[in-house]
């Protein structure tokens, strides 16, 4: 779910927050399964929409921006050096463990350049929800996932050229235009929108995940269609991939939150915030560059990193909180 699940907890009772988290983490991932299964059995029906998956990635940007206020900005001002190393433990760790475990299950080249993708999206779109879940570090969560997506125009096409020219070709200059049209300007403009239309924007806030759920749910039927006919042959081993990557992402996420010194809530934070990916992006991206079929890891892991992270952030959530 985007990033319009930011969680505020200074703007209602935590109960009240803490249940619309668990409904909005309860929900999302089965209507992805709903609109994964869809595109299954009816590719007909939605493989004629693929042109479309660039505006709807698009509408989920946008609401991103719309959920983007001034001191979110200002969190990254006065934490430079936690978001620093939760945006570098991020584009290191989720594109390294992506080419190994490409490498090591031995991926046809279509795969292996599709679980790289996604290893090279920014911040997933639920992470704030599962680090609020979690009794983490929102504010830092919030920081580093905003700071990953402005970046991505930049740094997604170069580490994906590095990681996956070899499998297929990449046209980085291409990819670049496409995020900067799909992601950049939608966040621009939802952002100026948020600063100069406030009151109309604070009343459409509480509707903006369930619009961006009903969206990625569409974008996946879509990316499912496309590869219908080889998802049998191939779903095993994506799943496979997609519940490694995650979960070395969750784990080592943590794990450089501790080496970096962090308190306990800014390590579960960067948990989720580093293995948790834009996997919206990446499957319009592997669309739009590689193939359906290389799009397919990324609807797998829209389905399973908001399983995955929601178990998570319900164990950390009965653990305390350690000093260091």
Not at 11 to 21: G, K, V, Y
Not at 81 to 109: D, E, K, R
Not at 183 to 198: D, K, Q, S, T
Request: one cysteine or more.
């Amino acid at each position: 779910m985007p990033q319009s699940t930011k969680i505020a907890p200074d703007s209602a009772t935590p109960a009240t927050a803490d249940r619309a988290a668990r409904i909005a983490v309860t929900v999302f991932p089965l209507l992805v399964i709903v609109a994964g299964v869809l595109g299954f059995l009816l590719p007909g029906s939605f493989k004629p929409l693929a042109p479309s998956v660039p505006y709807l990635l698009g509408i989920i940007m946008f609401c991103m921006g719309l959920t983007l206020t001034l001191p979110d900005f200002a969190a990254v001002a006065r934490r430079p050096w936690a978001v620093a190393l939760g945006l570098a433990a991020h584009y290191v760790i989720m594109p390294g463990a992506g080419w190994l475990i490409a490498m090591g299950l031995h991926l046809s080249p279509e795969l292996a350049a599709g679980v790289i993708l996604v290893g090279c999206a920014p911040s997933g779109t639920s992470s704030n929800v599962m680090a609020y879940l979690a009794k983490g570090d929102v504010a830092l969560s919030v920081a580093v996932a905003t700071v990953s997506t402005l970046v991505a125009p930049i740094v997604m096409p170069a580490l994906t050229l590095f990681l996956a020219g070899s499998f297929l070709n990449v046209d980085a200059g291409a990819m670049m235009l496409d995020i900067l049209k799909t992601v950049l300007v939608p966040v621009i403009v939802g952002l100026l929108a948020r600063l100069f239309l406030n009151r109309l924007v604070d009343r459409v806030l509480p509707a903006l995940p369930w619009i961006s759920a009903v969206v990625i749910s569409l974008i996946v039927a879509i990316v499912v269609a496309g590869s219908a006919s080889k998802i049998v042959a191939a779903g095993g081993i994506v799943f496979l991939a997609v519940v490694l990557h995650n979960g070395f992402g969750l784990g080592l996420g943590y794990l450089a939150g501790k080496a970096g010194r962090l308190d306990a809530r800014a390590r579960r934070a960067l948990a989720f915030e580093v293995g948790m990916q834009n996997s919206g992006l990446a499957a319009t991206l592997a669309t739009a560059h590689f193939s359906p079929l290389a799009a397919l890891p990324s609807a797998v892991f829209s389905v399973w990193h908001n399983i995955s992270g929601a178990v998570v952030a319900a164990w950390l959530a009965r653990k305390p909180l350690a000093a260091k």
